[in-house]
């Protein structure tokens, strides 16, 4: 049965929307199957971090390597081991919109209760044509949808007047913004006031000066790895200590960098491989990363947990 929600307005609630999301890696094992018991310890440590949502199936995910069956049941699996309390969120978008239709009807019931939607890669749509994707999605599905805007994955830039008008549509409840442009994100938040819509950071390097813009969380991808620093940060900003929240933030930062000194999901994984909760394995195309960058992960890590402690 198709879950619905559990308030009427929820679709555009910030509050719904609010706090450290993790971007959460997918574990293979060494042959590049699914590693179940490395999934559970996943989300164990996710739900002992206290995070308000687990995002499964995004680009941290590697979702493009992931078949549907595999998709549907990484999303079961999590519903199962997390508490009610954790949000849970799916990638279900692409660049085919009967096909991101299927899917998302597919996630929600598995027990997702929202849905991270890409804007559509490689197509490159008109703002009508995305204007019809999300439309076609949310009047497929009874839960909100998260607008994703990753520009530098998908090659469109959208304008804060599009991504306004795409926010209007009545199931798009919120967007991970993740230009890494904070006078994109101001503009961007201005724009959308009026429908209510909330923004998340797509990037852990914006999290926080993303909340003085007014963005309300962040799907994250340190939170793989500190899921309870992540969340001091957030609610260290939630009760107006901003000189604890920019400590944390500045600590942090190094490892928020060292996190891309790779493609994503490269260097999460190998901190998370590191501390030993899961193998190094991709899905080619993507592959660990090179030793010199292992080194300079594992030496960051240690530097960073040092001065958190």
């Given at each position: 049965?198709?879950k619905?929600?559990?308030?009427?307005?929820?679709k555009?609630?910030?509050h719904?929307?609010?706090?450290?999301w993790t971007?959460i890696v997918?574990?293979?094992?060494?042959?590049?199957?699914?590693?179940w018991a490395a999934?559970e310890?996943?989300?164990h440590?996710?739900?002992?971090?206290g995070?308000?949502g687990?995002?499964?199936?995004?680009?941290?995910?590697?979702?493009p390597?992931?078949?549907?069956?595999?998709?549907i049941?990484?999303v079961?699996?999590?519903?199962a081991v997390?508490?009610?309390?954790i949000?849970?969120?799916?990638?279900?978008?692409?660049n085919?919109t009967?096909q991101?239709?299927?899917l998302?009807r597919?996630c929600v019931d598995a027990g997702?209760?929202s849905?991270l939607?890409?804007?559509?890669?490689?197509?490159k749509?008109?703002?009508?044509?995305?204007k019809l994707?999300?439309?076609?999605?949310?009047?497929?599905?009874?839960v909100?949808?998260?607008l994703?805007h990753?520009?530098g994955r998908?090659?469109?830039m959208?304008?804060?007047?599009v991504?306004a008008?795409?926010?209007r549509i009545?199931?798009v409840a919120?967007?991970?913004e993740?230009?890494?442009?904070?006078?994109f994100?101001s503009?961007?938040i201005?724009q959308t006031?009026?429908?209510?819509?909330?923004f998340?950071s797509?990037?852990?390097?914006?999290?926080?000066?993303?909340?003085?813009?007014?963005?309300?969380?962040?799907?994250s991808?340190?939170?793989n790895?500190l899921?309870?620093?992540?969340?001091?940060?957030?609610n260290?900003?939630e009760?107006n200590?901003l000189?604890?929240?920019?400590?944390?933030h500045n600590?942090?930062?190094p490892?928020?960098?060292?996190?891309f000194?790779?493609s994503?999901?490269?260097?999460v994984k190998?901190a998370?491989a590191?501390?030993g909760?899961i193998s190094?394995?991709l899905?080619?195309?993507?592959?660990?990363?090179t030793?010199p960058s292992?080194?300079?992960i594992?030496?960051?890590?240690?530097t960073t947990?040092?001065?958190?402690k």
């Open positions: 049965m198709t619905t929600m559990s308030a009427p307005n929820e555009k609630s910030p719904a929307f609010r706090g450290v971007a997918t574990p293979f094992k060494e042959d590049h199957s699914l590693d999934w310890s996943l989300l440590l996710q739900a002992e971090g995070v308000s687990v995002v499964v199936s995004g680009t941290t995910g590697e979702s390597t992931l078949t549907v069956q595999e998709k049941s990484l079961r699996k999590a519903r997390l508490p009610s309390s949000r849970l969120m799916a990638g279900s978008g692409g085919n009967d991101s239709v299927e998302s597919l997702a209760d849905l939607v890409v804007t559509p890669p490689y197509n749509p008109s703002p009508a044509g995305l994707h999300y439309t076609t999605i949310t009047e497929s599905v009874s909100p949808v998260c994703y990753v520009p998908t090659g469109q959208l304008s804060p007047e991504l008008d795409l926010c009545k199931g919120c967007v991970k993740a230009t890494g442009d904070m006078g994100l503009r961007a201005n006031r009026s429908a209510g819509t909330a998340l797509g990037d852990d390097i914006t999290f926080l000066p993303s909340l003085a813009l007014g963005a309300t969380g962040v799907i991808v340190l939170s790895v899921p309870g620093e992540m969340v001091r940060m957030f260290a900003w009760s200590d000189v604890g929240a920019l400590r944390l600590i942090m930062q490892l928020m960098d060292v996190m000194c790779e994503n999901p490269g260097p190998e998370l590191q501390t909760i190094r394995s899905r080619a195309p993507m592959a660990p990363v030793a292992a080194s300079l594992q030496s960051c890590l240690a947990r040092s001065a958190l």
